[in-house]
């Protein structure tokens, strides 16, 4: 069963994936791990394996989003629609409040 808490954050992650999807091919992949409630660090770090690029987003040392565009055009905005996601559920800092006032 899940409870409103878990519905709201099931309508921003596939919200966020269908702004993600706006790829140049059409696919990517995003997940989602932890809410915080506080303040955090963020770290985002790209790398290129295969015919994409991972995205990752680190929320105090440990690794809370996964991302993967197959377009390097599509590697800032993706980036700042998983740090918004962040803002949004409760994981702030100021890196991620940035990211969301950009957009």
Sequence with gaps: ????????IIAILKQATAENEMTKEGRCIVRFQKCYFNDVTHEVKVVRIG?????????????????R????????PAARA?????????NFSKFASA????I
């Design 1 to 8: 069963m899940t409870s409103v808490y878990d519905s709201v």
């Design 99 to 102: 990211a969301r006032k950009r």
């Design 69 to 76: 565009v197959y377009d390097r055009s599509q590697i800032g």
């Design 51 to 67: 015919d994409g690029w991972n995205i990752r987003v680190y929320t105090n040392g440990q690794v809370n989003q996964e991302s």
């Design 82 to 90: 998983m740090l918004r996601i962040e803002d949004k559920c409760g």
